[in-house]
């Protein structure tokens, strides 16, 4: 696609729930990226992929949190009993490759989540 | 570790020049970028520089990276309304990007 997209851009859940956050990078890009940034905060590392693996995952908060990415192309971050400090702006990013020429880092305009 | 700082405000008159400034600790930083995040918004890559640079222009704005110090900072010219903000200056190795908590510039008629 022309950017990179990402769904839902909003979401309300109630406490407990499971949410799913799905994100399409711009195609042929091989690296994606989740950020999350809370009221007022900067943007948190959450957890990156080459590919369909994840080299570095050191910024899942807690075990509450995963992501998948399958066919080197679409990622969902999975947030499983969700509490209300988990309430933030999700982002989603991508690149061509993870370093080197040609790998700046598109994002998209991110997934609200509130949890009540 | 990796630690990238801002200041957080910055306010400027319309017409007159912004600087923004940044520091990195990462020494093996290999890009800098600066992005734009408006209110609601995502992030908007505004420009970014290769470490071997000095200094990056395009149309108003300017980069000027200092790697000695590790320093960075980002000016715009001729500074507009919708040039307000939250600028966000991040560092890259490998990877993932290491942000800043962002400068929120507040433009002024």
């Known amino acids: 696609g022309a950017g990179v997209s990402q769904s839902p851009s909003n979401k309300v859940t109630e406490k407990g729930k499971d949410v799913e956050l799905r994100c399409d990078p711009i195609?042929?890009?091989?690296?994606l990226y989740w950020y999350r940034q809370s009221l007022g905060q900067g943007l948190e590392f959450l957890i990156y992929?080459?590919?369909?693996?994840?080299?570095?995952k050191s910024g899942l908060p807690s075990d509450r949190f995963s992501a998948e990415r399958t066919g080197g192309s679409v990622s969902t971050l999975t947030i499983q009993r969700t509490q209300q400090e988990d309430s933030a702006v999700y982002l989603c990013?991508?690149?061509?490759?993870?370093?080197?020429?040609?790998?700046?880092?598109?994002f998209g305009e991110g997934s609200w989540l509130t949890v009540v | 570790g990796e630690d990238v700082e801002q200041s957080l405000f910055l306010s400027v008159r319309e017409g007159d020049s912004s600087v923004i400034n940044c520091t990195y600790t990462?020494?093996?930083?290999?890009?800098l970028y600066w992005y734009k995040q408006e209110p609601g918004a995502g992030l908007q890559l505004l420009t970014y520089i290769f470490s071997n640079m000095d200094m990056k222009q395009d149309q108003r704005l300017t980069v000027l990276l200092n790697k000695k110090d590790k320093h960075l900072s980002l000016r715009i010219a001729d500074t507009q309304t919708g040039d307000s903000a939250i600028y966000f200056c991040a560092e890259r190795s490998w990877g993932k990007l290491q942000f800043g908590a962002g400068t929120q510039v507040v433009v002024t008629p």
């Open positions: 990462d020494s093996s930083s290999t890009y």
């Open positions: 992929f080459q590919g369909n693996s994840a080299p570095d």
């Open positions: 195609s042929g890009h091989t690296a």
């Open positions: 990013a991508s690149s061509l490759v993870v370093a080197g020429s040609g790998n700046t880092i598109y």
